[in-house]
DNA sequence: TTGACGGGTGTACGGCGTACACCTACCGTG
DNA sequence: CACGGTAGGTGTACGCCGTACACCCGTCAA
């Protein structure tokens, strides 16, 4: 066997340069075949023919590798389609950010535990969720309104289960955080349902909105579903 | 400084006796305030003023550690009341329940995770889901209409944001699972129900219950509640 | 007196995330 | 062509984790 050519060794496999997205590729089929707790660098590194800290060359921590993670999922849910009322598009990117889930069922403990951590969720899922405000305002909904159904849907959105924005005015500022005119740049519709919060409540910056207010309404309008259909009251 | 008289020594503190309680107490606190990420085995064993191997002479492993946890839980949230409309007497508990979530945040990832993880939830999960059943049989809801409120229902029972009974089917069994009598005389509500549900279906013994119905079923009451909200359609 | 046993101890192992120093192949510039 | 910078893979090492296992001691029933 002669000595190896100038790119990769013949002998040895070839082995594919890494990048950020063989790695997150990588730790998703890992979590989905084994769960999150299967879920290591180690392992990860292993399956991809490399030593462990060859992959911090591409994440920053495994932190940030769970963000990416999750990003890669977002990503699978359908695109809104255009033409059809809100009702049926809603439904429809619903159902597929459900099957989503479904493949991936370590995905809500994960995005449950990343939204606590992070001051903002990652950029795939602001767009998300900023897409998904989109087809409720071309559906003609007041922004209140929106609002309001945001935070009723909330778990069948991702799977989260409280509340998408928390009150993060109390954690020190990410270092890194995307200045506000990006931000109306980027998430029109986000922005917007954020400053009207802001402005109808002339409380302190932060917070932005009555989580207690919105989990009732999410209650109450589910209790009334239930009731209409029970024929009581 | 004289010896140490038998019962425990006087010139170190004279620290009481440990029990499973005490385990869990401390956990909670513990994770109330440094998140889950903050819990080890080993930290709760140092609050207690223990060798970390002490604890397992109270729970069998992390994992049970959880679960008694969750146990703790739900236990602060309130009996239900019993002479309202069932109307008032799901809000209170539901709302209850949510008081009990804020105070621990941590509490979703862990029912979550841990909800996966097992066959049947803890003992103290089943009996205050039986109860909220009752709840809703006792205001005159059919059996199926129970099943379905409880699917909707769900993430705001306990912040789990998927399927409350997952397939368990093709898990092993539990060594120490409950005989079906004993499950039918301390759950009797969860007992009806299942019952209803494996009849309603002539399939396989196992699942039960159509996931994806049900969760279309929740998507579209909350859908239709907003649509009437809205005023379109 | 004895022997079992409940409960706290000490040691040790393998796995984890990752800091840090290194090495090497490549590239643009002189 | 020489050369320094840089991107990306390597190796070692540290401190933390859960927990298996052997031990030890005080209590109490026989």
Redesign the interface.
């Known amino acids: 066997m002669v000595e190896m050519t100038t790119q990769a060794g013949s002998a040895t496999r070839p082995r594919a340069p890494l990048n950020k997205e063989r790695v997150l590729a990588a730790a998703v089929a890992l979590a989905d075949e084994g769960?999150v707790d299967a879920l290591s660098m180690r392992k990860i590194a292993q399956v991809l023919g490399v030593v462990p800290m060859a992959l911090y060359k591409h994440v920053a921590n495994k932190n940030e590798l769970l963000d990416g993670m999750i990003d890669v999922l977002v990503a699978e849910i359908d695109p809104p389609v255009g033409d059809t009322?809100w009702?049926t598009a809603?439904?429809r990117r619903?159902?597929s950010a459900?099957r989503m889930?479904l493949r991936h069922?370590?995905a809500?403990?994960v995005i449950?535990?990343r939204i606590?951590a992070r001051t903002t969720p990652t950029p795939a899922v602001m767009e998300y969720l900023d897409s998904m405000i989109g087809i409720f305002r071309a559906?003609?909904?007041s922004i209140d309104?929106v609002h309001?159904?945001m935070h009723?849907?909330?778990?069948?959105l991702l799977?989260?289960?409280?509340e998408l924005f928390e009150d993060t005015s109390d954690r020190e500022p990410d270092p890194d955080a995307m200045p506000p005119e990006e931000m109306a740049a980027r998430y029109p519709h986000i922005t917007e349902l954020a400053m009207a919060v802001a402005h109808d409540q002339e409380s302190v910056v932060g917070s932005g909105c009555d989580d207690q207010f919105e989990?009732?309404f999410?209650?109450?309008?589910?209790?009334?579903?239930?009731?209409r259909?029970?024929g009581?009251?």
């Open positions: 769960g009322d009702k809603v439904r619903v159902l459900r889930l069922p370590w809500p403990e449950e535990s606590k559906g003609g909904f309104l309001h159904a009723v849907m909330g778990s069948r799977g989260f289960s409280q989990f009732e999410a209650l109450d309008l589910t209790l009334d579903g239930l009731e259909l029970h009581t009251g």
